[in-house]
């Protein structure tokens, strides 16, 4: 089974700063690799897949990159709608599906 | 606008079963192009993927509930249900029903998850 570990668990950002997420895989996914934001009481939003294509929709201040076991989300200036938590997910290896323990990303 | 509505009994007794069924509006659960699936969430924890089904019946599991999981789908309804046995407490989740887009280079059966329902809360509890 392929393990995601994302790193940090939370990461304080202010509104306006940069944050970087990281997910990395135990071994490689290729490019088949999800990122989800998450806010209490709503369902997960698809924001990147193939792990650097965004959503419909998506502002372009979110951006993903990597492949193979490497990945990461960046957020370019984080606005207030953006503090949620944050989880990756990859379908390249059975079972697929698995999801990473999540970053949440909190006001500084 | 593609829309999908999870439906079922909000609380379930231990070891018994829990029936969940997903209707979908604003599209096709015959297109060809996706897979159809569900995901839960137990509080306080991460998304666990449960299992994907496509039009024609095919089905893939998580290998950790596939001795307790049953997915089908109802074209004529538009619509795929979820059946989940001998429940416990570590069952105790939100359970969400999902589109997947089919990735030719992907593993079988899934993909990204790109349109969601609302998710409802089901309990585990006697």
């Known amino acids: 089974e392929t393990v995601m570990t994302q790193s940090p668990a939370t990461l304080s950002v202010s509104p306006g700063e940069r944050a970087t997420l990281s997910c990395r895989a135990s071994?490689?996914?290729?490019?088949?690799l999800a990122w989800y934001q998450k806010k209490p009481g709503q369902a997960p939003r698809l924001l990147i897949y193939?792990?650097?294509t965004r959503a419909t929709g998506l502002p372009a201040r979110f951006s993903g990159s990597g492949s193979g076991t490497e990945f990461t989300l960046t957020i370019s200036s984080l606005q207030s709608e953006d503090f949620a938590v944050y989880y990756c997910?990859?379908?390249?290896?059975?079972?697929?599906?698995?999801f990473g323990g999540g970053t949440k990303v909190e006001i500084k | 606008q593609l829309q999908l509505q999870e439906s079922g009994p909000g609380l379930v007794k231990p070891s018994e079963t829990l029936s969940l069924t997903c209707a979908v509006s604003?599209?096709?659960?015959?297109?060809?192009?996706?897979?159809w699936g569900w995901v839960r969430q137990p509080p306080g924890k991460g998304p666990e993927w449960i299992g994907n089904?496509?039009?024609?019946?095919?089905?893939y599991y998580n290998p950790s509930l596939k001795s307790r999981v049953t997915i089908s789908v109802d074209t004529s309804k538009n619509r795929f249900s979820l059946r989940l046995t001998s429940v416990t407490a570590a069952d105790t989740a939100v359970y969400y029903c999902?589109?997947?887009?089919?990735?030719?280079?992907?593993?079988?059966?899934?993909?990204?998850?790109?349109?969601w329902g609302q998710g409802t809360l089901v309990t585990v509890a006697s």
């Open positions: 999902a589109r997947v887009p089919r990735v030719a280079k992907a593993a079988a059966g899934t993909g990204a998850f790109d349109h």
């Open positions: 089904i496509y039009f024609s019946g095919s089905t």
């Open positions: 604003g599209g096709s659960i015959t297109n060809r192009t996706y897979y």
């Open positions: 193939g792990a650097s």
């Open positions: 997910q990859q379908y390249n290896n059975w079972p697929p599906g698995n």
């Open positions: 071994q490689s996914v290729g490019s088949n």
